[in-house]
């Protein structure tokens, strides 16, 4: 009898925000693997904004996800059997299984990881998601002790990292986060100097209002994850020679729009001009030279608790997107993983 | 009797395209300098688009110009008389006398001139224009040779600077700018790989199609100097790690708008995430203390022809508006000068 494994493709592309019937679960033949493979049986996977954008049938920093192929994304899980010399059976790893109960790859694009640390970690703190936090500011943030942070989806693995570390540089930051339990969240566990409610203040006015008062000094660096009015409000209050460093806008990412994302051309650049402001793109794998030192840096502050984070656990692959859609309208609190 | 000098006011704020009537032309008692000061007689003043911008009473990184004051600006001229260590009568100097015949200043705010060059240079090709292209190119540019820079205003004392920087670092060179007495003097005089009328393409679209000829391997370096459509076509032909320097828009200083500059920032934040655009105002007073850099690195090569430039100079105080005007029209060639 042939050994099968469970796996959701995505079945069709979404018509703005994505829907159950734009997947599909089914079973499939367990995989071999080939001589240097592993294969793999997945304990966690990741959910991510990005694999949104992936779903549509558009040019990006990656390749739109193929049809009726298992929807990609990062996984931990141990192996099974290893053809490899890089892993023995019972080793826990990390590799891009996707959304899937097995998976097989080559064992040089797996990475073994830390058993003193739960493995999940290795999908956000400790993986792309802090990963990111941590290659944009260095790479672009020039933090300056004294300076002003914002950042939104502030008890997200992104957020909250970005908000840690530039506390740990000796600025201010601020979060911005839906919702009374994030608003303590942010203060008690991540040690945000304040945090701001964005159901509370629904437009950019309301929102500039709230940043100007938890940014008395202004803002220097606006780590941008989001879009929408949280962008709206930050813009104005950019300090002289401002960075907003540009990660993702998820608000904007079916296709929404609103009276921040319209704002005209002219006026960025003119604002750009005229307070000199940088704006940068980033993308995580333009600087995965650096995970190593990332890995070297952060592994020992998550260790110590002085660097904190949060996961927000589903459980089965057949919840998968659920817990996807819930994640893009903001329902997860920290790290959203799906435990199988 | 008293001495009397002539000076150039703004006397009202522009209504969109300034006019005649926004400036008034009148003669002043001649000012005496103080201890430490010294007494010009202006031979040349420099006309720059960033004037526009000042006439308006807007807050920008300069303050607005003051109404029946002295239209502000750099010139240059012969030191008069002399309360100062520093310069004796007939020193060539440049300092910010502005629109005016004469001029006071203290001797520490002139600069003195090299004998061995024409005056006027020091309000172009070695002055604040020139400067400003060496600056942000310095500063942001990050030119590697092989890449590919384009630039609008190519024939002015900025873009022809920033042209001829890159091809000394070994990058292809696209201007724009617009007839064709333009066209000959980018390619011939300036050396530009190659040049592109914006006169014969007036749209976004038709520009795109333009730059995308000139630059087969796209754009690395967008130097932006006017908006408009040069920069909606120039935007989508950006390269991955693509660099755009704001550093002036004179398309949009008098309220117009057009197709680009409505284009929305959920595209514009959507491209730099894409791309990973840096997107970075310049203004060059930020980088001052490189100036004595800039005239030690770039002084040499206007004296050996390795960098050109060229001047338009209009004749007598009173004509100062109607040259204005025209520059701001793109009716100059060159750096805009007045010769008193």
Redesign the interface.
Known sequence: MTEMMKRIVQARRPNGFPVAEDFRLEEVPLPQPAEGEILVQVTHLSLDPYMRGRMDDV???TAPQELDQTMGGGAVGRVLESRSDRFAPGDLVFGMFGWASHGVLPAKACRKLDPDLPPSTALGVLGMPGFTAWSGLEAYGKLKAGETLAVAAATGPVGSMVGQLARLKGLRAVGIAGGAQKQALLTERFGFDAAIDHRAHGDARAMRTALAEACPDGIDVYF?NV?GAV?GGALPLMNL?GRII????IA?YSGE?DE???????K????????????????QT?HVARFGDFLREVTPLVKSGQIAYLEDVAEGLENTPAAFFSMLRGGNTGKQVVKL
Do not use: F, N
């Open positions: 040019a990006s920093y941008e879009g962008t020679h540009v990660c993702g806008m904007w729009t921040t994302g319209a704002m005209p051309l002219q960025i650049w003119r604002m750009a001009l005229v307070k000199r402001l940088t704006i940068q793109g980033l993308l333009d």
